[in-house]
Structure formats: C-alpha cells, structure tokens
C-alpha cells in the first residue's frame, strides 16, 4: 500500500528520477537543500526509505553509503572499486537465475538484484595507463 504523498517526498522522488548517478542520502540532501532550506537530513532518509517500502525506487548496497536509483526497470548496476560511483548495466535479465535460486532454496523468493563489482571506464583506464 503506497503513502500519501508529501511535498517534500515528490521533490526527494523527484530529484532522484532525474539523476543517473546513483546518489547517497546526503547528496540528494545537499542538491533539495537550496530550494527547500527547511529540509532535513532525516527527512530526506525517512522518505527514501518509504519510496523504498513502496518500490518506487531501489537501494543499492555499494560497501559505503547506500545509493539510490528512481529507475526500477530491470537492470544491473556495477559498482567500481576505484571511484565508489555506482553505474547501470542495461542488458536483458537472465530469468534462468531466479529459477535456478528458487530450485535451491526453500522458501520464496520475490525478487532479485545483481550488484557487479569492477571498475568503470575512467577508472578502467587509469589501470591500464
């Protein structure tokens, strides 16, 4: 069951949706903080973690802060060991991995999420030079 909404939560759904890079907490908090001075820190974790509760977006575990993602569609992320960023993988889902984890596990298994760790193609290049 989804929430009623609130102005600051539409404008916290809002700026993630509008974003690509995976942000923490505090960096959605530091870009509303400008055109919302009233906003809090707490405010901004609550009501991810509602959106979240909603699946309206995804949380992404990346060893630090959690980042997160308004894009919902399936899809993988990679996380890169040198910068921290988390990126998007689009490619089509590989069902035969939900099935065969659902084969061998015994109890239900609603979803799943792939977090790939590697490095990203600034970082992948600075390896190599």
Known sequence: MMTKHSKQRD???????????HPTAEEIYL???????AISLATVYRN??????????LRIGSG????????????????CLGCGGVFDIFMESDESLFRKAAE????MILSYSVLFKGYCPA??????N
């Open 48 to 57: 991810l973690a509602q959106l979240e509760a909603d699946n309206r977006i």
């Open 64 to 79: 630090g802060s959690a980042r997160y993602d308004g894009d919902i569609s399936p899809h993988y992320h990679l996380s």
């Open 11 to 21: 404008a916290i759904y809002s700026n993630l949706c509008s974003r690509t890079d």
């Open 31 to 37: 870009s509303l903080k400008p055109e919302m001075p």
């Open 123 to 128: 970082c992948a290049d600075n390896k190599i």
């Open 104 to 107: 061998n596990f015994n109890g």
